[in-house]
């Protein structure tokens, strides 16, 4: 007696086991996706074949799972039930309920399953020959259920076949953030990677220099005259106008000039030496326009509006800036668009983007209507601000610090907590 009762006890013991065995599988299952599945692939070639069979049928594997942890708590809930009634009588029913019920939640359940959570990699490629074969031997029952279930769905009017990717846009922005906040990320990786995620999203008319800020020679500027335009902005390409900005007759490119220079007359037109110019719409996404300068070997594009007007211009340079950032070469000589001052206040240029605004400041600005924080500033007023005019847009102050040509060029932000007591 002693003997089949000791028998019953490590019979149970091994259930017990196995419950947390598949617990845990459940879960490392779930908590994987394809990304890492494929760097465990790289990491141990031995379970390989393993590995793939999970990242092409991840829905049986965890039908296995899910299968054989049921049995192996209801065995071990009526091996308890069993045992308590030869131990106990009439009350071994219900005990075994209450003990079995504390065994599976705590050991069964919750302690693997939390283990897996921190461990799920090790899990999967210790357990996933076992389940590899546990998938061929219940392929009748896991055919039976699959079918009971979609049958059951379609019934419900949900289909339960997954249609969905692995990992989203969405899932990857947010892992990105929170590798940063954990400081797994530097702050630049977390921007460069944001950079290639928004790429897709992002428009010409959002990176373009506008046509206000752009340098351009007439169709007549000659040879001489050029170098003299260059070398004071120092561009390596130069549009070349007609009548008007709207009028672009061509690109002129430095090597060019310099060949021309070279082997003919500095008082001729850079009309001649001039290259056909890649014209754009401002609403073409950037990640098309990078592949359609890359495919023309080109390196500035004219961007134009909806009524065929020069809108403003786009390089290679303003582009890859939107992953890597500010690019600055030695000729630049770009002074910072956000300076923070020492009282706590933000020296801030009109043509910077209000998301880069936000991002810098911690501070949401949003608008339906405009890019800029000077076209931000012009929507709050109500028309064009004069030099000193003071408007406030929520914990923010902002200040016209500089107006030209009706182009708010510079402005002062200050939060209202940084103000003085006597100030507030």
Not at 268 to 297: D, H, Q, W
Not at 333 to 352: K, N
């Amino acid at each position: 007696m002693e003997s089949d009762t000791l028998q019953s006890l490590l019979l149970l013991l091994l259930l017990l086991l196995l419950s947390a065995l598949f617990s845990s599988t459940e879960t490392s299952i779930t908590a994987v996706g394809r990304g890492k599945l494929m760097a465990l692939q790289e990491r141990h070639p031995g379970r390989r074949r393993f590995l793939a069979w999970l990242a092409d049928q991840p829905q049986r594997a965890l039908t296995v799972t899910l299968v054989a942890n049921n049995l192996v708590n209801i065995a071990a809930s009526a091996m308890a039930t069993s045992l308590a009634l030869r131990l106990y009588g009439q009350q071994g029913p219900l005990l075994a309920v209450v003990v079995m019920t504390v065994l599976i939640v705590i050991f069964g359940e919750i302690l693997p399953k939390s283990i897996a959570i921190v461990r799920n990699e090790t899990i999967l490629v210790a357990v996933l020959p076992m389940l590899r074969f546990l998938s061929v031997l219940f392929s009748p029952l896991l055919w039976l259920t699959v079918a009971i279930v979609r049958g059951l769905g379609k019934l419900l009017g949900i289909d339960l076949v997954p249609q969905h990717a692995f990992v989203t846009r969405e899932e990857i922005e947010q892992m990105v953030n929170i590798g940063g906040a954990s400081g797994a990320l530097e702050e630049e990786e977390r921007k460069m990677i944001h950079g290639v995620i928004s790429f897709e999203e992002t428009r010409a008319y959002e990176v373009m220099v506008p046509r206000t800020d752009m340098v351009a020679l007439a169709r007549e500027t000659t040879l001489a005259e050029a170098v003299e335009v260059i070398l004071e902005h120092g561009h390596s390409r130069v549009p070349i106008i007609g009548e008007s900005l709207d009028q672009i007759v061509g690109i002129l490119y430095v090597k060019d000039l310099l060949r021309s220079l070279v082997s003919g007359d500095p008082g001729t037109s850079v009309e001649g030496i001039c290259r056909e110019a890649l014209f754009v719409p401002e609403t073409m996404r950037i990640a098309g326009l990078f592949s359609l300068m890359r495919g023309n070997k080109v390196h500035m594009a004219i961007v134009v509006d909806e009524y065929g007007g020069t809108a403003g211009i786009l390089t290679l340079e303003d582009l890859l800036e939107e992953i890597v950032g500010e690019i600055q070469d030695e000729y630049d000589e770009e002074t910072p668009s956000i300076i923070a001052d020492g009282d706590g206040s933000y020296l801030v240029q009109g043509g910077v983007n209000l998301e880069d605004l936000s991002d810098r400041l911690g501070y949401s600005f949003t608008s339906d209507d405009v890019e800029s924080v000077a076209g931000f500033i012009i929507s709050l007023a109500g028309r064009f601000p004069d030099v000193g005019q003071r408007l406030s847009f929520g914990d923010w102050d902002f200040e016209v610090l500089e107006v030209e040509d009706h182009r708010v060029k510079l402005l002062r932000l200050l939060r209202r907590e940084n103000k003085g007591s006597d100030e507030d």
